[in-house]
C-alpha cells in the first residue's frame, strides 16, 4: 500500500515551506524482461506511461526507496540492482501533479534480479507491462533519455552523471 502524499516526507515538508522549489530525492528502476522488453508502468493520476520510480522517505536507503517504490507500482519484490545514472540538473526541474515545484536528484538503477508477478493495477498505477524496445508507448523525453544512457552505460560501463 503507498504512502498518501500528505504523510510523504515530501507532502509533509510541503506544508511547512510552500510553493518554495526543492530538490526531490528519487529512486528510478530499469527492469527488462529475458527478452529485453522495458517494464513501463501508467500512473494513475495522469495516464503518464513512466518507469517505477518515487520519492525517498526519511530513515530510508535509497536502495529501499527503489525496493518499496517497485513493490508498491509493479508488485515485484526487487532482490538485486545496481546505479548507472545520476540526474540533478536543473533541466530536470518540473512541477508534480500537486502543482509543486521540484528540481529532481535521481539515481537510476537497472533491476537485474526480482520475485514476484507483475500486477497490472496498484494504487498508484493502471497498467504495467513490458514493452520491446521498438514499440514504446509514448513517454516522455526522460525515459528515451534514460534507455538511451542503458546503453551507453552497457557499451562502456562508465556511470552517468547528468
Not at 500528505?6 to 528502476?29: E, V
Not at 513493490?71 to 508534480?96: K, N, W
Not at 508477478?117 to 498505477?125: I, N, P
Not at 514504446?136 to 552497457?154: C, G, K, M, V, W
Amino acid at each position: 500500500m503507498s504512502t498518501d502524499y500528505h504523510q510523504s516526507y515530501l507532502g509533509q515538508l510541503r506544508q511547512l515551506i510552500g510553493q518554495r522549489k526543492i530538490f526531490a530525492i528519487a529512486a528510478r528502476a530499469i527492469i527488462q524482461d529475458e527478452n529485453g522488453r522495458i517494464l513501463l508502468v501508467r500512473r494513475s493520476d495522469n495516464g503518464a506511461w513512466v518507469m517505477p520510480a518515487g520519492s525517498i522517505e526519511l530513515e530510508e536507503s535509497i536502495f529501499d526507496c527503489l525496493k518499496r517504490e517497485v513493490l508498491e507500482e509493479t508488485g515485484l519484490t526487487v532482490l538485486s540492482a545496481y546505479p548507472i545514472a545520476i540526474y540533478s540538473e536543473q533541466r530536470f526541474s518540473f512541477v508534480a501533479s500537486y502543482g509543486d515545484p521540484y528540481q529532481m536528484f535521481s539515481l537510476v538503477f537497472v533491476v537485474d534480479e526480482w520475485s514476484g508477478d507483475l500486477q497490472t493495477q496498484t494504487d498508484e498505477t493502471i497498467n504495467a507491462r513490458f514493452f520491446a524496445l521498438d514499440s514504446l508507448p509514448d513517454i516522455s523525453d526522460l525515459y528515451r533519455e534514460t534507455l538511451a544512457d542503458l546503453q551507453s552505460y552497457r557499451e562502456n560501463g562508465q556511470f552517468i552523471l547528468k
